[in-house]
């Protein structure tokens, strides 16, 4: 997809100019074929890439249907297709990620400033959401956090300079999240001064230095951000953030860290096997779950997550417990369901 990130006039060359009328084509007059190309270009894996294609046709059914097309379509329009699913709300709002996504590179195209999809799936009140609710976000389980780690760790050297620093920008601030327990908006304002590369401390400064304090990045986060480091010093990008949003140095928006933690957590291959949405606070959370699996207390805990009070990390704590027993009773379940029914004894 194209990066909203991107700043300054566009590029209006005669040859540049020949593209986008050719893919403004392309998605009016076959947007199937145009979304496969799309695709194509996303990294996705193969098993994501099909439920994608899959979600996208229906989608196209649907527009057809009502004799409208990605230039027509509205908001009102996607609301009532979302409403119209009969399946669960998280699932209803992977949709609205994939058409938001979408419909952000085809109007980038048309060089409009608005999409649809995006109002409605930030519209807290929407018709859409009107579906059953599922168990709270919780924490990755490990497998969950061990296939995310692996990906981030991944080689990048097949994407193109342009492509690459996004990439190691977006790996390492997921790998802060995920291995440091940052917030979003504490990344949005983390400076160079703040951290050293090879170094396992971050410190994370408030306006008010009684909440200044210092996170212990784990071993892959330190890793992951030493990279990106070396990347963004070699790309010679200016100002002090250490996620700046573009070439200019300016700071990143919350809805472009949570477009880059659903993308990565999709491209990781673990999206499909979760009802809840993979958002930054899970990571967080599940920063917390690896210390406290590790047999970290809970107070060490609140003190690198930033909790001014110890009965906040308790409660974390409780809740990890929670969820650990929930999720052994959910896997005993469906071991007792997998397993042949006992044979009756000889007579």
Not at 207 to 232: H, Y
Not at 315 to 326: D, I, M, T
Request: charged content about 25%; some cysteine.
């Amino acid at each position: 997809m194209i990066s909203t990130d991107t700043v300054g006039s566009a590029d209006t060359s005669p040859e540049r100019t020949d593209l986008f009328d050719r893919e403004r084509r392309d998605w009016l007059i076959d947007p199937a074929a145009a979304f496969d190309a799309w695709l194509a270009s996303q990294n996705f894996r193969h098993s994501s890439a099909e439920v994608y294609r899959a979600q996208w046709g229906l989608f196209l059914d649907w527009l057809q249907a009502r004799q409208k097309n990605l230039v027509t379509v509205d908001m009102r329009s996607i609301a009532e297709f979302a409403s119209g699913l009969s399946i669960r709300k998280p699932q209803r709002a992977r949709y609205l990620r994939l058409i938001e996504r979408v419909l952000d590179h085809v109007r980038e195209i048309e060089l409009a400033s608005t999409n649809p999809a995006r109002f409605i799936a930030q519209d807290g009140e929407a018709e859409w959401r009107n579906a059953r609710d599922n168990e709270p976000t919780g924490f990755l389980t490990a497998a969950e956090r061990t296939a995310l780690i692996a990906y981030l760790s991944s080689p990048v050297e097949h994407l193109s300079l342009a492509q690459r620093w996004r990439e190691r920008r977006d790996r390492a601030l997921i790998a802060v999240f995920l291995g440091g327990g940052i917030k979003t908006g504490e990344a949005r304002t983390l400076a160079l001064d703040c951290v050293t590369a090879g170094s396992p401390w971050v410190a994370i400064e408030a306006s008010n230095p009684l909440f200044t304090r210092r996170t212990r990045l784990a071993p892959f986060a330190v890793s992951i951000l030493e990279t990106w480091l070396d990347e963004r010093k070699q790309a010679e990008l200016p100002g002090e953030l250490v996620f700046p949003a573009s070439p200019s140095g300016r700071p990143m928006h919350k809805a472009t860290m949570l477009r880059a933690v659903d993308a990565l957590v999709e491209a990781a291959g673990i999206s499909q096997s979760r009802e809840a949405r993979a958002s930054p606070h899970t990571l967080r959370n599940s920063f917390a779950a690896d210390l406290f699996e590790s047999g970290v207390e809970p107070e060490i805990v609140g003190q690198w997550l930033g909790f001014a009070q110890a009965v906040s990390a308790n409660r974390l704590h409780r809740a990890w417990k929670s969820w650990v027993e929930q999720e052994q009773f959910n896997g005993d379940v469906q071991l007792t369901r997998a397993l042949p029914s006992a044979e009756a004894p000889d007579r």
